[in-house]
C-alpha cells in the first residue's frame, strides 16, 4: 500500500477564509423574506413611512404581464445623499433603523431589519433608485437584478452603478412636482424625495392582486379614532400626546394605473379607511395599562347600548404581571344571520326597497373580505394579523368548542394598537410577517381575548333573552315514565288486560333503554371531566418521570465508582431504591386521581362516607389550589350514604374547579377559600355543597350560568356546571342550585341527590 495515501491530508496549510455568498443569495432571500409581491409594496411604503413622507404615490404602467411594465413608488420624504445610500440603503441587514428607531421627522420607525430594499427585487428585474436631499444633489443609482441571477457570479463581483448630478427629477419644477401635482395630493413637499422605478416584472397583475392591495393598504394604516374620547385612550395606553401626533400623521397613499386595460382601471384613486361596515352591531373599545387592568366602553346597536364598563381586570395571574401592554384595541362585532343583515341593510337605506338575497351575499361577502383583528404597531399595521384565514387569536377553535356564546373570526374586525417602546417583548419575525413566540406574544393573545369576552357575555344576553327556566321533576328522564298513562287506562278500561300488558311491555322497553342511555351519560361526563385534568396530571408525571430517569443515571454514576467499597455500593443502592419508592407513591397517586373517570360502566351505588368522598375531591383538585393560591378544605360532615362515588365526584370536581378559578381572581390580600360539606335532608336526600369566597354571581346571569356552553372565564367551554347539573338532575332525580347564602361570602351551588341514594 502507499504510504502517502495512507495518512491524511497534513500537507494543505493552515490558514484563515471567510464565508463568500453566490450572488444569487440576494434574490433568494428576497423571495424567501418577502412573501408576495403585495407584502413587497408594503414594504416600500412603509420605507417612505420612514423618511417622514406624506404622500406616497404607487403608479403602475401596463401593460402588467410577465417582463414587461413598470412599477413607480414616488414619496416627498426625506431623500437621501451618496452617504446615506452607502450607509444604509445598500447595506442589506443594516441596523440603522435599531440604532436610531426614530426618523428626523419623530416617527416611530417601522423597519429595523434592513431588508426592506430586497422588496424591490421581488417586483422586478431592473431597478432605478432617483433620491435627494432638501439643498443637496441628485443620486440615480442603477441595479440590474438579473446579474444577481448569475450561477458563477459571487456577490462581491456585482457591482451597482450610481450617478451623482444637479437636481433634475426632485428639483422645485421637476418631475416630481408634476406627477404629485396630477395625483391630486394637497399634501405633498417639494424639492426632496425619493423615486423606486421598477422596470420588467416578474409577475403579472390581475384584477385579485389589485383587490388584495387596496384591502391591505386600505388596512396598512392605523384607523382614526371615532371620537375624541377613543383618541384620549392612546394616552392612557402608553403613548404620550407627542407619540400619538407623530404615529399618526398626515399620511397618504395614492394608487395611479396607466395604460392597463379598462377592467383594471377601477382600482386607482386614493387609499381611504373602508367606508363599509361603518355600524358594527356591537363595539368595545378601550385601553390596557402594563398590569392588564382595562378601561372599556360598550356600545350595541340593538337595543341601543352606550355604556363605559369602568376599570375591568383582564390578567388574573397574580404570580406575576403581563409581558404584553400597555396597549389600546378597538372590537366590531356583526352577526351574520339573515334577521340582523336585514336589519342593518334597511337602516343604512330606509327609502330604499328591501335587500335583497343578493344584498346579504353581498354583505357577508364585504365582511369576510376585512374580517380579522389586526395589529398596529406606532400607526402602521403588522401583517399578517388580521389577514384572511389568520385566526391568531383562536377564535373560530373557541367557537367550536362554544358556539352559543363565543364569536368566529368572521364576524370580527378588531384593531390592536401598540407602541413598540412600551411592549418591546413582542418582536419581529425575521420575513417581516408576525412576532415571534414568546410570553409577551402569548400574554397579548390572553388579554385580547379577555377583552373579546366582556363584549361577548353582553352580546349572549341580547341575543338569549331571559326565559322561565322549566320546572324539571326528577330531570330529563322522567318525561319517559307511562306511569300515568297505565293508570288511566286501568281506570276507564279496567277489563281490557291485553292493552295494560301492551303498556306494561312498553314501559319496560323505555326504561331499558333510558337506563342505557343514562350509563353513556355518566361515562361521557366522567370522560369530559377527566379529559379537563389531563394537563395537570401530565405535567406532574413528567415531573416524576424526570425525577426516577436522575435517580437511576447517579445511581448508576456512583456504583461505578471504583473506590467505593461493597458496603457503600449498598447503601448507595438503598437510597436510589428507597427514593424511586417515594416517586411511585407520587405516580400512583396521580393515577389515583383520574381512576374514577375512566370509561368503565357504572356500578352499582354503595356505602361510602362524605368525609371521604370529600378528602378524595380536595385530594384531586389541591394542586390546583396550590398553584392558585387558595385555601381548599372539607367541612365536619360525615354523613354514611349510598352513592356512586365516580358519580359524586365528577360532581363535586366540577364545582371545585369553577370555584377555584373564580376565587384566583380576587387579590392575594384578599380571603381567598373554598369550603366542600355535605347535608343529609329529611326526605333522605343528600346535599353536597361547594361555597367560595370569590365575586359571587351577578344576579342577571344567575339563571344563565346553567346553560350549556355558556361561561364568563376568558377560554371557558361552558360545560363544567352543565356536566354537574345532568348527572344530579338526569341519573339522580335532583337539582344543581346556587343558593343565596352559603358558609362563605362569593358563590355557594348546592348538588342535591334525590334517586339511587
Given at each position: 500500500m502507499n504510504d502517502d495515501a495512507s495518512r491524511p491530508a497534513q500537507d494543505a496549510p493552515d490558514g484563515r477564509g471567510a464565508l463568500r455568498p453566490r450572488a444569487r443569495l440576494l434574490r433568494t432571500l428576497g423571495n424567501d423574506l418577502i412573501s408576495s409581491d403585495k407584502v413587497a409594496l408594503i414594504e416600500l411604503v412603509k420605507n417612505s413611512y420612514d423618511a417622514d413622507a406624506t404622500t406616497v404615490l404607487i403608479r403602475f404602467h401596463g401593460p402588467l404581464e410577465n417582463e414587461k411594465g413598470r412599477i413607480e413608488v414616488w414619496d416627498d420624504g426625506q431623500g437621501m445623499d451618496i452617504?446615506?445610500?452607502?450607509?444604509?440603503?445598500?447595506?442589506?441587514?443594516?441596523?440603522?433603523?435599531?440604532?436610531?428607531?426614530?426618523?428626523?421627522?419623530?416617527?416611530?420607525?417601522?423597519?429595523?431589519?434592513?431588508?426592506?430594499?430586497?422588496?424591490?427585487?421581488?417586483?422586478?428585474?431592473?431597478?432605478?433608485?432617483?433620491?435627494?436631499?432638501?439643498?443637496?444633489?441628485?443620486?440615480?443609482?442603477?441595479?440590474?437584478?438579473?446579474?444577481?441571477?448569475?450561477?458563477?457570479?459571487?456577490?462581491?463581483?456585482?457591482?451597482?452603478?450610481?450617478?451623482?448630478?444637479?437636481?433634475?427629477?426632485?428639483?422645485?419644477?421637476?418631475?416630481?412636482?408634476?406627477?404629485?401635482?396630477?395625483?391630486?395630493?394637497?399634501?405633498?413637499?417639494?424639492?426632496?424625495?425619493?423615486?423606486?422605478?421598477?422596470?420588467?416584472?416578474?409577475?403579472?397583475?390581475?384584477?385579485?392582486?389589485?383587490?388584495?392591495l387596496r384591502t391591505a393598504l386600505t388596512r396598512l394604516i392605523r384607523p382614526r379614532p371615532t371620537s375624541q374620547s377613543e383618541a384620549n385612550g392612546a394616552v392612557k395606553a402608553g403613548h404620550s400626546a407627542d407619540d400619538q401626533k407623530a404615529t399618526q400623521p398626515d399620511f397618504q397613499i395614492l394608487v395611479e394605473l396607466e395604460d392597463v386595460p379598462e377592467s383594471l382601471e377601477g382600482f386607482a384613486g386614493p387609499i381611504d379607511p373602508s367606508g363599509d361596515l361603518r355600524t358594527p352591531h356591537y363595539q368595545l373599545s378601550g385601553s390596557v395599562d402594563s398590569n392588564g387592568v382595562a378601561t372599556l366602553r360598550y356600545v350595541q346597536q340593538e337595543p341601543l347600548v352606550d355604556e363605559n364598563l369602568g376599570?375591568?381586570?383582564?390578567?388574573?395571574?397574580?404570580?406575576?404581571?403581563?409581558?404584553?401592554?400597555?396597549?389600546?384595541?378597538?372590537?366590531?362585532?356583526?352577526?351574520?344571520?339573515?334577521?340582523?343583515?336585514?336589519?342593518?341593510?334597511?337602516?343604512?337605506?330606509?327609502?330604499?326597497?328591501?335587500?335583497?338575497?343578493?344584498?346579504?351575499?353581498?354583505?357577508?361577502?364585504?365582511?369576510?373580505?376585512?374580517?380579522?383583528?389586526?395589529?398596529?404597531?406606532?400607526?402602521?399595521?403588522?401583517?399578517?394579523?388580521?389577514?384572511?384565514?389568520?385566526?391568531?387569536?383562536?377564535?373560530?377553535?373557541?367557537?367550536?368548542?362554544?358556539?352559543?356564546?363565543?364569536?368566529?373570526?368572521?364576524?370580527?374586525?378588531?384593531?390592536?394598537?401598540?407602541?413598540?417602546?412600551?411592549?418591546?417583548?413582542?418582536?419581529?419575525?425575521?420575513?417581516?410577517?408576525?412576532?415571534?413566540a414568546g410570553t409577551a406574544y402569548s400574554d397579548l393573545q390572553v388579554l385580547v381575548r379577555a377583552a373579546l369576552n366582556e363584549l361577548e357575555g353582553r352580546r349572549y344576553k341580547v341575543r338569549h333573552p331571559d326565559t322561565p327556566r322549566p320546572e324539571k321533576k326528577g330531570g330529563l328522564f322522567e318525561r319517559f315514565d307511562?306511569?300515568?298513562?297505565?293508570?288511566?287506562?286501568?281506570?276507564?278500561?279496567?277489563?281490557?288486560?291485553?292493552?295494560?300488558?301492551?303498556?306494561?311491555?312498553?314501559?319496560?322497553?323505555?326504561?331499558?333503554?333510558?337506563?342505557?342511555?343514562?350509563?353513556?351519560?355518566?361515562?361521557?361526563?366522567?370522560?369530559?371531566?377527566?379529559?379537563?385534568?389531563?394537563?395537570?396530571?401530565?405535567?406532574?408525571?413528567?415531573?416524576?418521570?424526570?425525577?426516577?430517569?436522575?435517580?437511576?443515571?447517579?445511581?448508576?454514576?456512583?456504583?461505578?465508582?471504583?473506590?467505593?467499597?461493597?458496603?457503600?455500593?449498598?447503601?448507595?443502592?438503598?437510597?436510589?431504591?428507597?427514593?424511586?419508592?417515594?416517586?411511585?407513591?407520587?405516580?400512583?397517586?396521580?393515577?389515583?386521581?383520574?381512576?374514577?373517570?375512566?370509561?368503565?360502566?357504572?356500578?352499582?351505588?354503595?356505602?361510602?362516607?362524605?368525609?371521604?368522598?370529600?378528602?378524595?375531591a380536595i385530594s384531586i383538585m389541591q394542586v390546583e389550589a396550590d398553584d392558585r393560591g387558595v385555601n381548599l378544605a372539607g367541612g365536619d360532615a360525615d354523613i354514611s350514604t349510598r352513592v356512586d362515588e365516580a358519580e359524586a365526584l365528577l360532581v363535586l370536581v366540577n364545582l371545585i374547579q369553577n370555584a377555584l378559578y373564580w376565587v384566583s381572581t380576587q387579590p392575594r390580600d384578599s380571603e381567598r377559600r373554598v369550603v366542600v360539606d355535605a347535608r343529609s335532608n329529611a326526605d333522605l336526600s343528600l346535599t353536597l355543597i361547594v361555597s367560595d369566597s370569590g365575586p359571587g354571581v351577578a344576579d342577571d346571569l344567575r339563571d344563565r350560568i346553567f346553560d350549556p356552553y355558556f361561561s364568563t372565564k376568558p377560554d371557558g367551554v361552558g360545560l363544567g356546571l352543565s356536566i354537574a347539573g345532568n348527572m344530579v338532575e338526569d341519573i339522580y332525580g335532583g337539582e344543581l342550585a346556587?343558593?343565596?347564602?352559603?358558609?362563605?361570602?362569593?358563590?355557594?351551588?348546592?348538588?342535591?341527590?334525590?334517586?339511587?341514594?
Open positions: 452617504s446615506t445610500l452607502q450607509r444604509s440603503w445598500l447595506d442589506i441587514a443594516t441596523d440603522a433603523k435599531r440604532r436610531k428607531p426614530k426618523s428626523d421627522g419623530g416617527r416611530r420607525v417601522l423597519g429595523e431589519k434592513g431588508i426592506g430594499r430586497l422588496a424591490a427585487a421581488r417586483l422586478g428585474g431592473e431597478l432605478l433608485l432617483v433620491t435627494r436631499k432638501a439643498d443637496a444633489r441628485e443620486v440615480n443609482l442603477l441595479i440590474d437584478w438579473s446579474q444577481f441571477d448569475r450561477e458563477d457570479a459571487y456577490l462581491d463581483e456585482i457591482e451597482v452603478a450610481w450617478e451623482i448630478g444637479d437636481p433634475d427629477v426632485f428639483s422645485r419644477e421637476g418631475q416630481a412636482a408634476s406627477v404629485f401635482s396630477e395625483s391630486g395630493s394637497q399634501t405633498w413637499r417639494r424639492g426632496h424625495g425619493t423615486v423606486l422605478r421598477i422596470e420588467k416584472l416578474t409577475h403579472a397583475w390581475v384584477a385579485n392582486d389589485f383587490i388584495e376599570a375591568k381586570t383582564l390578567w388574573n395571574n397574580d404570580k406575576r404581571a403581563p409581558q404584553a401592554g400597555p396597549f389600546e384595541f378597538e372590537i366590531n362585532v356583526w352577526d351574520r344571520d339573515k334577521e340582523a343583515i336585514q336589519r342593518t341593510l334597511t337602516a343604512s337605506s330606509p327609502d330604499g326597497p328591501p335587500p335583497t338575497p343578493r344584498d346579504l351575499k353581498g354583505f357577508r361577502e364585504t365582511l369576510d373580505d376585512v374580517a380579522g383583528v389586526s395589529i398596529y404597531r406606532d400607526g402602521f399595521r403588522v401583517l399578517p394579523f388580521g389577514e384572511s384565514g389568520d385566526d391568531w387569536l383562536g377564535l373560530d377553535l373557541r367557537r367550536v368548542q362554544s358556539p352559543t356564546l363565543r364569536l368566529s373570526n368572521n364576524q370580527i374586525v378588531g384593531h390592536v394598537f401598540i407602541g413598540a417602546d412600551a411592549n418591546q417583548g413582542l418582536k419581529d419575525q425575521s420575513n417581516r410577517e408576525g412576532f415571534l307511562l306511569g300515568e298513562i297505565r293508570a288511566a287506562l286501568a281506570t276507564n278500561y279496567p277489563g281490557d288486560s291485553r292493552l295494560i300488558g301492551l303498556i306494561d311491555d312498553k314501559h319496560r322497553d323505555i326504561q331499558e333503554g333510558v337506563a342505557e342511555v343514562q350509563q353513556v351519560l355518566s361515562r361521557y361526563s366522567r370522560l369530559a371531566t377527566l379529559g379537563s385534568l389531563v394537563d395537570r396530571i401530565l405535567h406532574d408525571g413528567r415531573t416524576v418521570l424526570t425525577r426516577l430517569k436522575n435517580i437511576a443515571r447517579f445511581g448508576k454514576r456512583d456504583m461505578e465508582k471504583a473506590t467505593l467499597s461493597a458496603d457503600e455500593k449498598i447503601g448507595i443502592a438503598q437510597k436510589s431504591m428507597e427514593e424511586t419508592a417515594d416517586q411511585a407513591e407520587i405516580l400512583s397517586s396521580l393515577f389515583n386521581q383520574i381512576e374514577p373517570f375512566g370509561g368503565r360502566k357504572r356500578g352499582r351505588p354503595k356505602e361510602v362516607s362524605t368525609r371521604e368522598l370529600i378528602r378524595k346556587l343558593v343565596q347564602e352559603g358558609p362563605l361570602d362569593g358563590a355557594t351551588f348546592e348538588a342535591t341527590l334525590r334517586r339511587r341514594v
